[in-house]
């Protein structure tokens, strides 16, 4: 069984922020703040990872809408946006 390669953090945010239109200005610079932090970072560091998580939540979940923040959650979690889709739906109708 061959191990999973490791994501890099940067890599993951810059693929993200292509996805973000750019009249989501709010989003668009906490992930520039998340892709200068993580910069700066060891890529052993899982700390990157969850800043980058905590502003995900604060943009775009527990109710993401819009394709395009299912296309980011996708970069991120490395889900299909069918799933996404999927997962959230049972999420909030459970609510």
């Not at 973000?20 to 052993?44: G, I, M």
Request: charged share 25%.
């Amino acid at each position: 069984m061959s191990a999973t390669p490791r994501r890099n953090c940067c890599s993951v945010i810059v693929k993200m922020l292509a996805e973000v239109p750019k009249d989501q200005s709010s989003l668009r610079l906490d992930l520039e703040w998340n892709l200068e932090d993580a910069a700066f970072k060891a890529p052993e560091q899982n700390i990157q990872w969850a800043r980058t998580q905590q502003t995900l939540a604060k943009h775009i979940t527990p109710y993401p809408k819009e394709t395009w923040e299912f296309r980011v959650l996708s970069v991120f979690t490395t889900k299909s946006i069918a799933d996404l889709r999927k997962n959230f739906k049972e999420i909030n109708d459970g609510q």
